[in-house]
């Protein structure tokens, strides 16, 4: 089974409005870490959000934030406000703190169009 | 501060020829990690390094890869002999060590092998 499912492999939003890329996860470790980074078409790997199994709140950095749901299993990132600079493929990532592991295991990511 | 440093950016050659890539982590992160991105396989861990021992190596794919890390400021990801099939993105990253620490990624390598 996938660790990581992202199942929306494109989306599309207008410039200004908010915007959920969707991740769930798969773990049988009560310790985890969920992370966030964005990949533009220039190529590089930009870490976004944290969000730790164990967090009261949901993560929030800018414009970004995490809507946690950890019965569902479920690591939204909300984007709010879009801009054009948002277009880029998105990546989630899930990081098990089992055996001290600092391996991070990734979804297939999933497409953001910004339109203007 | 300087973030990862991946060199080269780009490579291509002809199959069979050893391939080297390199990688400096960011000062004081005592974690580096070297990914493989493709299009039908996404971005998977090779291998990862703390304090320069190699923790987990069940990525590499085979023999024909090694990875080093001699010091902390520098490590190399070696394919030898390189196949048309290892074409991809590589990247590296490092981190702090502990759970909560994100990983920084370096600008990629991406490899084409003829």
């Known amino acids: 089974a996938q660790k990581i499912t992202q199942t929306q492999p494109g989306m599309f939003v207008q410039e200004k409005e908010a915007v959920t890329l969707d991740c769930t996860y798969d773990t049988s470790d009560p310790s985890y870490g969920l992370f966030w980074y964005k990949q533009p078409s220039s190529g590089e790997m930009i870490f976004l959000i944290y969000q730790g199994s164990y967090d009261q709140q949901n993560a929030t950095e800018g414009r970004y934030s995490l809507n946690f749901q950890k019965a569902r299993k479920s690591a939204n990132l909300v984007i709010s406000a879009s801009q054009l600079g948002d277009s880029a493929m998105y990546f989630c990532?899930?990081?098990?703190?089992?055996?001290?592991?600092?391996?991070?295991?990734f979804g297939k990511g999933t497409k953001l169009t910004v339109n203007p | 501060d300087a973030g990862v440093i991946q060199s080269p950016r780009h490579e291509v050659t002809e199959m069979g020829q050893e391939v080297t890539l390199r990688c400096k982590p960011i000062s004081g992160h005592n974690s580096l990690f070297w990914y493989r991105q493709t299009m039908m396989r996404g971005l998977e861990l090779l291998i990862y390094?703390?304090?320069?021992?190699?923790?987990?190596d069940s990525g590499m794919p085979e023999d024909r890869f090694s990875a080093k890390m001699p010091n902390a400021s520098f490590s190399t990801l070696k394919i030898q002999p390189s196949e048309p099939r290892d074409s991809a993105v590589y990247f590296c990253?490092?981190?702090?060590?502990?759970?909560?620490?994100?990983?920084?990624f370096g600008d990629g390598t991406r490899l084409s092998i003829l």
């Open positions: 990532a899930m990081r098990e703190a089992q055996g001290g592991s600092e391996k991070l295991v």
């Open positions: 990253a490092s981190s702090l060590a502990g759970n909560v620490a994100a990983q920084h």
């Open positions: 390094f703390n304090n320069n021992v190699p923790i987990d």
